[in-house]
């Protein structure tokens, strides 16, 4: 599904409509002087189509007019749609007409129009007539949320305007506006129908879920840091040991539990009975020397865990290599009886008389290929165990030396507080101070709701959707159709005699760009020069993909509107009016583009139709027969002369 314009409409003061008609499935051009209005054509398409803002700009098509329409052609079907310029003060206007019609030919009067519905479900509606699939969502590079394909993505690969079509930056209409490079990247692989709902459904959700696993693990770790307890806890009985609150510091391995059990009383004890203790070790130290072995011992694990792996991939790899053997050799037909070859070569059918030898050696050969499978199929089951219980091990020790850093960390804050203290009796009372706290923030942790470690559970899912995208993904759809569109868009940059076409041209979607990929490297499109090349190669560009939209059967509108593609060939300051006459080299170039254009609407598995805003008017036949309108007479233009006058 599909839709071409029929008629642009734009409502005047009072009963006056002005109505520019197109042919469907042809070139249309509209060709004149500046300041007519051929501009305004593009931006009100936009605007009744569903846009944001006001994109009609200031001056006489704004200032005469109430309201604009458009009525689109889907086959046999006609839908009429209007939008009410703004009220004033008002930077758009957000209540839209849409209507199904019988009679695509009779336009309703402004006053007629009941503004029915508001501009979002307009841009559903206008959608579900292009066949756009409103219930997919489409994984949105850069953002967290999900993104849905409307009409309005649909425009990137329509409209070219006169600020666009020759900007070697700009590829796409609005490609320079902010956040919209990543939108036209999501988007694009779904109407070139290199995606499907479940595929991209499931690209969401896991994207979805490895947000949720990194937000969990660092909720954990900073839960763990800051209020997890026994290295913290154990570095503050070390602390109250040493200014005398504890008699002697209690021994190694005590839990969380055990050691808030010491740590709680301390905290009402009068300091002035404390008696300062006599010089005890130096419990830093051994802390350090306990973090160097917990790191040789991580180490050691992880050397082994590799080598298992390493096991793995070698078992597997030459599994994989003696299955392929072993199929090799009992396709032969040999070994069907175990007592003798069979008396007809299974290769050609012949007798193979002393063929006895051979036959055994192979067969030996085949035994040894089984039985060596089955050791492998044997022992992965007792690696793939010692590498879980590894994994255990290593998790096990790197809690020991988070632990481990936690109580270190502790034990110099503590110390270096205290050492900034003169009396016993301040140093006493800090530690003490230190203690209040930490119970304090023990006791608000105990307030909060758990935090329930879902990391198993996320990483299985995880687990899970990258199978189901890899079995029933093709990621590399995406890239055979660009390959395909990017060939098609060569052979168009050859008959346009475009710089660099000697070499393949591809269109980039990284950079959302067109390159040449020549003996000195590639060659991006803002590299290559010349307004021509710029001109050439967006044409080229958008005739290729609307031909692949056309081929597919595409949800894209088979439009195609530039405004001014011959801009390059007249000077900054030409008025439109007829004055300039183009060089034949420059006359040359402009015709190649508008018979590439004519070449594509002329293949009749493509249904196109092409809208042109024009200052040029070529001589030939078929350049008049496409013109529309020539708006260079006084009066003429998008605006009647008398409009303004009354206004």
Same mark, same amino acid.
């Given at each position: 599904?599909?839709?071409?314009?029929?008629?642009?409409?734009?409502?005047?003061?009072?009963?006056? @409509?002005?109505? %520019?008609?197109?042919?469907?499935?042809?070139?249309?051009?509209?060709?004149?002087?500046?300041?007519?209005?051929?501009?305004?054509?593009?931006? /009100?398409?936009?605007?009744?189509?569903?846009?944001?803002?006001?994109?009609?700009?200031?001056?006489?098509?704004?200032?005469?007019?109430?309201?604009?329409?458009?009525?689109?052609? +889907?086959?046999?079907?006609?839908?009429?749609?209007?939008?009410?310029?703004?009220?004033?003060?008002?930077?758009?206007?957000?209540?839209?007409?849409? +209507?199904?019609?019988?009679?695509?030919?009779?336009?309703?009067?402004?006053?007629?129009?009941?503004?029915?519905?508001?501009?979002?479900? @307009?841009?559903?509606?206008?959608?579900?007539?292009?066949?756009?699939?409103? +219930?997919?969502?489409?994984?949105?590079?850069?953002?967290?949320?999900?993104?849905?394909?409307?009409?309005?993505?649909?425009?990137?690969?329509?409209?070219?305007?006169?600020?666009?079509?020759?900007?070697?930056?700009?590829?796409?209409?609005?490609?320079? #506006?902010?956040?919209?490079?990543?939108?036209?990247?999501?988007?694009?692989?779904?109407?070139?129908?290199?995606?499907?709902?479940?595929?991209?459904?499931?690209? /969401?959700?896991?994207? *979805?879920?490895?947000?949720?696993?990194?937000?969990?693990? =660092?909720?954990?770790?900073?839960?763990?840091?800051?209020?997890?307890?026994?290295?913290? *806890?154990?570095?503050?009985?070390?602390? &109250?040991? &040493?200014?005398?609150?504890?008699?002697?510091?209690?021994? !190694?391995?005590?839990?969380?539990?055990?050691?808030?059990?010491?740590?709680?009383?301390?905290?009402?004890?009068? %300091?002035?009975?404390?008696?300062?203790?006599?010089?005890?070790?130096?419990?830093?130290?051994?802390?350090?020397?306990?973090?160097?072995?917990?790191?040789?011992?991580?180490?050691?694990?992880?050397?082994?865990?590799?080598?298992?792996?390493?096991?793995?991939?070698?078992?597997?790899?030459?599994?994989?290599?003696?299955?392929?053997?072993?199929?090799?050799?009992? +396709?032969?037909?040999?070994?069907?009886?175990? $007592?003798?070859?069979?008396?007809?070569?299974?290769?050609?059918?012949?007798?193979?008389?002393? &063929?006895?030898?051979?036959?055994?050696?192979?067969?030996?050969?085949?035994?040894?290929?089984?039985?060596?499978?089955?050791?492998?199929?044997?022992?992965?089951?007792?690696? #793939? !165990?010692?590498?879980?219980?590894?994994?255990?091990?290593?998790?096990?020790?790197?809690?020991?030396?988070?632990?481990?850093?936690?109580?270190?960390?502790?034990?110099?804050?503590?110390?270096?507080?205290?050492?900034?203290?003169?009396?016993?009796?301040?140093?006493?009372?800090?530690?003490?101070?230190?203690?209040?706290?930490?119970?304090?923030?023990?006791? =608000?942790?105990?307030?909060?709701?758990?935090?329930?470690?879902?990391? &198993?559970?996320?990483?299985?899912?995880?687990?899970?959707?990258?199978?189901?995208?890899?079995?029933?993904?093709?990621?590399?759809?995406?890239?055979?159709?660009?390959?395909?569109?990017?060939?098609?868009?060569?052979?168009?940059?050859?008959?346009?005699?475009?710089?660099?076409?000697?070499?393949?041209?591809?269109?980039?979607?990284?950079?959302?760009?067109?390159? @040449?990929?020549?003996?000195?490297?590639?060659?991006?499109?803002?590299?290559?020069?010349?307004?021509?090349?710029?001109?050439?190669?967006?044409?080229?560009?958008?005739?290729?993909?609307?031909?692949?939209?056309?081929?597919?059967?595409?949800?894209?509108?088979?439009?195609?509107?530039? #405004?001014?593609?011959? !801009?390059?060939?007249?000077?900054?300051?030409?008025?439109?009016?007829?004055?300039?006459?183009?060089?034949?080299? $420059?006359?040359?170039?402009?015709?190649?583009?508008?018979?590439?254009?004519?070449?594509?609407?002329?293949?009749?598995?493509?249904?196109?139709?092409?809208?042109?805003?024009?200052?040029?008017?070529?001589?030939?036949?078929?350049?008049?027969?496409?013109?529309?309108?020539?708006?260079?007479?006084?009066?003429? @233009?998008?605006?009647?002369? #008398?409009?303004?006058?009354?206004?």
């Amino acid at each position: 599904m599909s839709f071409q314009i029929r008629h642009v409409v734009v409502y005047g003061r009072g009963e006056r @409509a002005r109505k %520019v008609t197109f042919e469907l499935g042809q070139l249309n051009i509209i060709t004149g002087s500046s300041r007519r209005g051929k501009s305004a054509i593009v931006t /009100i398409i936009d605007y009744c189509l569903g846009s944001g803002g006001y994109p009609v700009k200031a001056g006489v098509t704004r200032d005469n007019s109430r309201g604009f329409g458009l009525m689109i052609v +889907s086959g046999d079907r006609a839908m009429y749609v209007a939008r009410p310029a703004p009220e004033r003060l008002h930077k758009t206007a957000d209540r839209m007409y849409v +209507s199904v019609v019988s009679d695509p030919e009779s336009i309703p009067a402004f006053d007629e129009l009941e503004f029915n519905t508001n501009v979002d479900t @307009a841009k559903q509606i206008i959608g579900d007539l292009c066949g756009i699939d409103r +219930s997919l969502r489409l994984p949105m590079p850069g953002t967290a949320g999900p993104l849905s394909p409307s009409i309005r993505h649909a425009l990137f690969f329509v409209m070219q305007e006169q600020n666009e079509i020759a900007n070697q930056d700009v590829l796409f209409h609005t490609q320079g #506006d902010e956040h919209r490079p990543n939108a036209i990247r999501a988007v694009i692989p779904y109407f070139l129908g290199a995606v499907d709902t479940e595929y991209a459904t499931l690209t /969401i959700r896991l994207r *979805a879920l490895k947000r949720e696993l990194v937000s969990l693990q =660092r909720a954990l770790d900073e839960r763990a840091a800051t209020l997890g307890a026994t290295g913290q *806890a154990r570095a503050l009985l070390a602390e &109250a040991a &040493a200014v005398g609150l504890l008699d002697e510091l209690p021994p !190694q391995g005590l839990n969380e539990s055990e050691a808030v059990g010491i740590l709680r009383p301390l905290s009402l004890v009068d %300091v002035r009975s404390v008696r300062q203790p006599e010089a005890q070790g130096d419990q830093i130290t051994a802390l350090n020397q306990q973090r160097a072995e917990l790191r040789d011992r991580l180490a050691g694990l992880n050397i082994q865990l590799t080598r298992l792996r390493r096991a793995t991939n070698e078992n597997s790899d030459f599994a994989s290599e003696a299955s392929e053997q072993r199929a090799r050799l009992a +396709s032969l037909g040999f070994f069907g009886n175990e $007592d003798g070859p069979v008396p007809a070569c299974p290769l050609c059918g012949n007798d193979a008389p002393g &063929a006895e030898g051979t036959w055994a050696d192979m067969r030996r050969e085949l035994l040894r290929l089984d039985g060596e499978i089955v050791a492998i199929r044997t022992d992965t089951p007792k690696i #793939d !165990q010692m590498m879980a219980l590894l994994a255990e091990e290593i998790q096990e020790v790197t809690q020991l030396l988070r632990t481990n850093k936690a109580e270190i960390d502790e034990l110099e804050a503590g110390i270096q507080a205290i050492a900034r203290l003169r009396d016993a009796e301040s140093r006493t009372a800090l530690v003490q101070g230190r203690i209040g706290f930490y119970l304090e923030m023990l006791d =608000r942790r105990d307030q909060q709701p758990p935090i329930r470690d879902r990391t &198993a559970e996320i990483e299985a899912e995880i687990a899970e959707i990258e199978v189901r995208l890899e079995e029933n993904g093709n990621p590399d759809l995406l890239s055979s159709f660009l390959a395909r569109i990017s060939q098609n868009l060569w052979e168009k940059a050859q008959r346009l005699e475009l710089e660099h076409s000697a070499w393949p041209i591809r269109l980039d979607l990284r950079r959302l760009t067109v390159v @040449a990929d020549t003996r000195n490297g590639a060659v991006p499109l803002p590299e290559m020069g010349s307004g021509e090349n710029y001109v050439g190669y967006h044409v080229a560009t958008f005739l290729a993909l609307h031909e692949w939209f056309a081929m597919e059967d595409r949800p894209v509108p088979r439009i195609l509107i530039l #405004d001014q593609p011959s !801009q390059v060939w007249f000077p900054a300051d030409y008025a439109g009016d007829g004055s300039h006459v183009l060089p034949d080299d $420059d006359r040359q170039s402009l015709v190649r583009i508008y018979q590439a254009v004519m070449e594509t609407i002329a293949r009749p598995e493509v249904d196109l139709q092409v809208i042109v805003m024009e200052h040029a008017d070529l001589e030939e036949q078929w350049f008049s027969d496409a013109v529309r309108y020539r708006w260079r007479a006084d009066g003429e @233009a998008l605006i009647p002369a #008398d409009w303004i006058e009354e206004n």
